[in-house]
């Protein structure tokens, strides 16, 4: 099983969002990337206002408008 690492620490912020550096594995390679950790604004999906989950049980749970459920 492949193991990805989140720093606690080292979170910079970016319009709208947290971001944390994340170890992991890709193509045998181990890499830093960002991850969003925290989103502060709204997001947009086709030019409408989109908050998605910030966290679920499944990938297609994230993808659940809560824009609704902010009073937007």
Avoid: C, R
Avoid at 37 to 52: A, C, H, L, M, Q
Wanted: charged share 30%; aromatic share 14%.
């Amino acid at each position: 099983m492949e193991k990805t690492t989140i720093e606690n620490e080292s979170i910079i912020f970016t319009t709208g969002a947290f971001l944390k550096p994340v170890k992991t594995h890709f193509n045998g390679k181990e890499l830093w990337m960002w991850v969003v950790t925290e989103f502060i604004d709204d997001s947009f999906k086709d030019g409408e206002v989109y908050n998605p989950n910030e966290f679920a049980e499944t990938q297609n749970e994230l993808f659940i408008d809560t824009t609704k459920d902010m009073g937007i």
